[in-house]
């Protein structure tokens, strides 16, 4: 069963912003010849639509455990969970940060979830998860770990 999906995708407003800067690209190179004139525009189209559509994370709640892109972190495995706000999320990107965490982070999602890896054979202390909705996404993990969780 799942308990939680939500699948982070890239701001309306950066699509617009890639289409306007596909624009800009395409009217300066006007003084090119005409098959560069096409190809240009259409490899920087494709080449921000490649780019933004990779940005998508999806972060799922299900039987087998948390899951954030292509990671899983499985149900013996999830010890504390924490939700984190703007600021305290800000902080455990930079100044608290541990170079050995596993980050599943997103530039424009300000807020996170922080989970404690909770198996002894695993060097990473912690999962740095992005989300619009932390307090659900840390909810959805305690009900099920039955650990407890902390709103910052």
């Known amino acids: 069963m799942t308990a939680y999906v939500e699948r982070l995708a890239v701001p309306a407003r950066w699509w617009a912003l890639a289409g306007l800067a596909v624009l800009a690209l395409g009217a300066v190179s006007t003084a090119l010849p005409l098959w560069l004139l096409v190809a240009v525009p259409a490899i920087g189209a494709l080449a ?6 990779s940005s998508t994370l999806d972060v799922v709640v299900d039987d087998r455990g948390l899951s954030a892109g ?24 930079s100044r608290e940060a541990d170079p050995r965490a596993y980050l599943a ?17 695993d060097p990473t202390p912690y999962w740095y998860v992005s989300t619009r909705r932390p307090v659900e996404l840390a909810a959805a993990l305690a009900r099920r770990a039955g650990g407890s969780g902390n709103r910052t």
Not at 48 to 53: F, Q, S
Not at 105 to 121: I, K, M, S
Request: glycine fraction near 6%; avoid cysteine; proline fraction near 6%.
């Open 48 to 53: 921000l639509a490649v780019g933004l559509r």
């Open 105 to 121: 982070l997103r530039g424009f999602v300000p807020t996170a979830v922080r989970v404690e890896v909770d198996d002894d054979a």
């Open 70 to 93: 292509p990671a899983r972190l499985p149900w013996t495995a999830i010890g504390r969970v924490d939700a984190l706000d703007a600021a305290a999320a800000a902080a455990l990107r």
